[in-house]
């Protein structure tokens, strides 16, 4: 079973098809995914998609990821996910936890076995 790699928010990067498009190196299935992806946003190209996961400090990221307030915040409190924030649940995750509740379940999970009382 492949590991999961879970973004700051909650998100399942190993989900994302650019992620899984880039850990493979396959060039063809990198298109492929950016030719879909180009139905959201012309500009999209096989290497612009190439993304190692919002928790690489350094590497490839998929544009959104470079801008996202949610990344830049927990890395500057330094936490690995926003689970382990002592601001948890903060007014940057509540909006999206409302449009994807798989976020709030997968922080919660990781918080309730990290820290004790959760």
């Not at 909650?10 to 030719?35: H, K, N």
């Not at 919660?108 to 076995?113: G, K, L, Q, W």
């Amino acid at each position: 079973m492949e590991a999961k790699t879970i973004a700051f928010c909650g998100i399942d990067c190993s989900a994302c098809d650019a992620y899984r498009a880039t850990q493979s190196g396959d060039p063809v299935e990198l298109e492929r995914v950016a030719t879909a992806w180009r139905a959201f946003d012309p500009n999209v190209t096989a290497d612009t998609l190439r993304c190692d996961g919002c928790l690489a400090a350094t590497g490839r990221l998929y544009g959104w990821c470079t801008e996202c307030p949610i990344r830049t915040c927990a890395r500057k409190h330094g936490v690995v996910s926003c689970a382990y924030c002592t601001e948890y649940v903060c007014d940057k995750l509540a909006p999206h936890f409302e449009q994807n509740p798989k976020m709030r379940s997968s922080l919660d999970t990781m918080r309730a076995e990290y820290l004790p009382g959760g």
